[in-house]
């Protein structure tokens, strides 16, 4: 993924409680810029609670973004 769009999607992660939270959010295409730091607004796409994320974060978040299969979890 080399951008996003206003009204794209992508899925965040909160960790709470050593628990990874994944949750779909969408880009509303506003940013607020303070002390040259940016922060990029998206909407919980459930909730319509918004989050603002840096760069970094968003970044971040970019794994989370494909699923792979495992058929089997071996828990030994």
Known sequence: MDSIAKGDTIKCIFNIDNKNI??????TGEYSDFEGNKSYF?????TEVEYSFT????KSFLDAQERHEQDTIDLT
């Open 42 to 46: 998206f909407t919980n796409v459930k």
């Open 55 to 58: 760069l970094s974060q968003i």
């Open 22 to 27: 994944f949750v779909t959010v969408s880009y």
